[in-house]
């Protein structure tokens, strides 16, 4: 399909991507540190408190409050808590961070998982993840509506006409658009034994990050956890864009406008993973 108006729409959408994340990496605590070699003690500066850094043990010089490696810190010095035997540990994955495991983003219409204790979906989860994708509002139908929405702007295709049945025609077609590659994602995902959601890096750092977000546009994880050619997630993002062509007006082709398009969709999902990769900093950025 070659949708004009969509591409600036995708294009914004990149941008938008970018700026976030370039947000979301620069928002960082702004640490100083200065260390005595005669008493054996550092002044670290955190957050507006000059703190003094000792073995075990930490003193600030504003409140007085003190801190060591077992506790949070306290105002009185013999008044140390213990830990919590409930609270988890920070070096082990949290298997509820990411929430559902069916759970969709409703800007990007992809699930997401991480790399930290990774579980792959059981069929039952397979299943619901596919009806959120593609049934469950708001979820299925933001993407349909917003893009029609700029078709029905763009008069494209202009044989469509415009009116509530113009969009309503548009509206379909991207539905039915999204409903060919979500099933046919979630069958091959399934009889390839492939993860269909977005798998974010356990890595530190933005470049490395990012390159494995642009990366996994490529490839996926199978059920054991191995990386894997992502044959079901980008088979899907083509075989869609050229069955549209079916049901477009004739002077649309599927090697030629549908290959175009996945083309274009195919670049479109390197930014959602982008998007999905540094969402959680940017819910920091917002947060603060």
């Known amino acids: 399909m070659n949708f004009r108006s969509l591409q600036y729409l995708r294009f914004f959408a990149v941008l938008l ?16 540190g200065q260390g005595c070699n005669d008493c054996n003690t550092i002044t670290l500066r955190i957050t507006g408190h000059s703190w003094i850094l000792m073995p075990g043990i930490a003193r600030c010089n504003e409140c007085n409050a003190i801190a060591t490696d077992h506790s949070q810190p306290v105002n009185n010095p013999q008044d140390q808590s213990t830990p919590d035997p409930q609270k988890p540990d920070p070096q082990k994955p949290d298997p509820q961070k990411n929430g559902s495991p069916t759970k969709v983003n409703i800007l990007t219409g992809i699930g997401r998982v991480s790399q930290d204790g990774y579980k792959p979906l059981t069929g039952k989860e397979r299943f619901h993840l596919y009806l959120n994708q593609t049934f469950v509002p708001p979820e299925a139908y933001l993407g349909a509506l917003l893009s029609s929405g700029v078709d029905q702007i763009g008069n494209d295709p ?99 406008d549908g290959v175009r398009d996945g083309n274009l969709q195919f670049g479109l999902n390197g930014a959602f993973n982008l998007f999905e990769e540094f969402l959680p900093d940017i819910k920091k950025v917002f947060k603060h």
């Open 17 to 32: 991507t970018i700026m976030l994340i370039a947000c979301a990496t620069n928002a960082q605590t702004n640490e100083t």
């Open 158 to 256: 202009p044989e469509w006409g415009q009116g509530l049945k113009g969009y309503g025609i548009r509206f379909a077609s991207r539905f039915g658009t999204n409903f060919v590659q979500n099933s046919i994602q979630a069958a091959g995902a399934a009889a390839l034994h492939e993860e269909p959601r977005y798998v974010s890096s356990s890595s530190k750092g933005f470049f490395r990050r990012s390159e494995h977000a642009l990366l996994f546009t490529l490839v996926t994880y199978n059920n054991s956890g191995k990386v894997t050619p992502a044959i079901a997630n980008v088979g899907s993002i083509y075989a869609a864009s050229m069955i549209t062509t079916l049901w477009l007006p004739k002077r649309y082709t599927i090697l030629g």
